[in-house]
């Protein structure tokens, strides 16, 4: 088999959180693969409804089976030996040659619906299709096996079979036009995930097969969903599809509640308050989203809590967590951006500046986690055990990055946060003196992280590992580093962490470097930022680049080739997107998320940013 049958992914979202995903082989390779993986408290509560359908051609009294599966030791089916091809046009639409039968197969989502449409078109000799839905009916961290507790019965209602396996869940709703339905009652065992084997999780899984479908003629046609439809609704629904085809960046922006928010990544992330908010200028802002990007910041402001945003909001339950320092200081950025994309001061003076302002005092008398103004103007942070900043992977009770005390990067947020505040102040005819909180933290910043050896900035005091952190005391707008240091800082972080993929996480010279990201959870987890690679600080890093350049056309062809190159299809695992992250030494393998939402706004907002304008 073609090895990127099995390496390249394909997803479709439905703006609610839910998403169809598989690889281009059909041949799962992850538990969080499936046809209909449902939000069912939106953006939260995915489960695995639909894993996937077992077809067989029957052409002049032959079988051809078209899926694909790995099981112990052998691949079987091998559906993806009859593939000639596959594209994105706009959703995944898969064409096998068999038996003088050209099949084609698409399959796409509807938007704001658990709903997934299959549609096989066949052209050629007499073909009778036979489909076997498989269903796991689980969460999506996890995997299900054969049990007596399941209710297999299946109702038909004309066109329409519905199953409710499990009391509590939702009923599936097979919409279809199948000449015949057949109860089966199965189950199919020992399914494994090969992605789950290296990450060293569960990777063995057994679905359930309620029914069989017996398709003739041309066409065959299935409406998986959480609602009833009619198969005869397919083609208004490919239409309404057609015309509204998310781009990779859109994929991101789902629903929560009355309002929007961005989905960290796929396939496992849900909304975290640092990831939106240093997403939110690519996604919504370059795009001229203006509404969306009002909605998520007037929707964080009402989750802010002790001055400080949620981190995450977690997937079962509704209590956020509010255990980060940056996230916070990256809301003032986004606002800040989006004042300058829109002009928008009335929203800002009537929804959120009372909230930053609160947030800016909660910082000053201390909030969480020893959050607090240090007497020197700059921002202490942390307490032992707790990672705050994005650098938070942690194993058992070893905290990997604890970073401590004073982190470069969240002085530079804080700066930027107060420059911020003057500006709005001023506009707002509020009188707080904002810009002598900004002087008085600038004045302490360079005599404290300035690292005179390595012609860089500290990654925190007293800490002198190179790593891209320092990145954003350049690429902020706001800066209290002069222009010869700011030239030095980057030309550092270019020569130790630029990759064709994005920047290493720490340099290779330091002895925590780890080239690969692979292996197990503490295995992974301890190479998580010490060194691998992350796709979107190449946005920072190439705002940075081209700032200390002048923006020279030099300059910003430079970083239109760097930028080319982070979007190379090598480069994704997940095909149309952007991977969380990557190995730190060439051939810079694809890992973590398939596609993440930083990654791919970072690089679009540098690209219209500093490339084009």
């Known amino acids: ?266 396939h496992w992330f849900a909304d975290w308050g640092r990831d939106t908010m240093i997403s939110l200028p690519g996604l919504t802002l370059v795009t001229g989203k203006f509404e969306i990007a009002r909605s998520i910041l007037k929707q964080f402001a009402q989750s802010v809590d002790r001055g400080m945003l949620p981190n995450r909001f977690p997937d079962a339950g509704d209590t956020p967590e509010y255990n980060t320092v940056d996230a916070t200081l990256w809301y003032f950025q986004a606002i800040n951006a989006y004042v300058a994309w829109t002009g928008d001061y009335t929203f800002v003076r009537e929804h959120l500046f009372g909230t930053m302002r609160d947030i800016i005092d909660w910082h000053v008398r201390g909030t969480r986690y020893g959050i607090r103004l240090d007497s020197d103007g700059l921002l202490l942070s942390g307490e032992p055990g707790v990672q705050l900043t994005w650098m938070d992977a942690k194993v058992g009770d070893w905290v990997v990055t604890p970073r401590q005390g004073k982190p470069v990067e969240i002085q530079a947020l804080w700066y930027n946060a107060l420059c911020v505040m003057a500006e709005l102040s001023k506009q707002f005819a509020d009188h707080t003196d904002y810009a002598a909180m900004a002087e008085r933290a600038r004045e302490a910043f360079l005599p404290l992280f300035w690292n005179e050896a390595e012609q860089c900035l500290l990654d925190c005091v007293g800490d002198a590992a ?48 780890r080239p690969r990201y692979e292996g197990g959870v503490e295995s992974r987890d301890s190479a998580y930022h010490q060194g691998t690679v992350w796709p979107w600080l190449l946005g920072p890093f190439i705002t940075a680049y081209v700032k200390v350049n002048g923006r020279s056309p030099e300059a910003r062809a430079q970083a239109g080739e ?47 940013e500093d490339v084009q304008d």
């Open 466 to 513: 190179i790593r891209p952190n320092q990145i954003f005391a350049v690429s902020l707008p706001h800066t209290m580093v002069p222009l010869d240091r700011a030239r030095l800082i980057v030309e550092t972080v270019r020569r130790e962490l630029l990759t064709p993929a994005g920047l290493r996480s720490l340099s290779p010279r330091d002895s925590r470097y």
């Open 1 to 266: 088999m073609d090895s990127s049958l099995l390496d390249q992914e394909w997803l479709e979202t439905n703006g609610l959180g839910g998403y169809a995903s598989s690889t281009v082989s059909g041949i799962h390779t992850r538990r969080y693969h499936g046809l209909l993986v449902a939000a069912l408290h939106p953006p939260a509560g995915r489960m695995v409804l639909l894993s996937k359908l077992e077809e067989t051609a029957v052409i002049g009294g032959v079988r051809y089976e078209l899926s694909a599966n790995r099981y112990p030791g052998v691949i079987h089916p091998r559906g993806f030996d009859y593939l000639t091809g596959f594209r994105l046009d706009p959703f995944p639409v898969f064409t096998f040659e068999v038996g003088g039968t050209r099949i084609e197969k698409s399959v796409f989502m509807v938007q704001g619906e658990s709903t997934t449409v299959i549609e096989y078109t066949m052209t050629g000799e007499p073909c009778e299709l036979e489909v076997r839905p498989l269903i796991a009916f689980r969460d999506y961290h996890a995997t299900t096996h054969a049990n007596s507790a399941i209710n297999g019965t299946v109702e038909l209602n004309g066109s329409l079979a519905s199953i409710n396996p499990y009391e509590g869940c939702p009923t599936l709703h097979f919409a279809h036009d199948a000449e015949v339905v057949e109860a089966v009652d199965d189950w199919y065992q020992n399914f494994e995930y090969e992605r789950e084997r290296e990450r060293g999780l569960d990777f063995q899984e057994d679905l359930f097969n309620p029914m069989l479908l017996r398709f003739q003629g041309s066409k065959a046609t299935i409406l998986a969903s959480t609602q009833r439809h009619s198969a005869s609704e397919a083609a208004g629904l490919r239409t309404a599809r057609i015309a509204h085809s998310p781009t990779a960046a859109e994929q991101f922006l789902v629903r929560r509640g009355s309002g929007m928010t961005i989905i960290a990544g796929y």
């Open 562 to 608: 760097w930028l080319r190159m982070a979007m190379e299809p090598s480069g994704q695992s997940c095909l149309g997107q952007i991977p969380e992250i990557a190995d730190a030494e060439p051939p810079h393998t694809p890992r973590g998320c398939t596609a993440q939402a930083w990654s791919v706004a970072e690089l679009t907002r540098a690209l219209r």
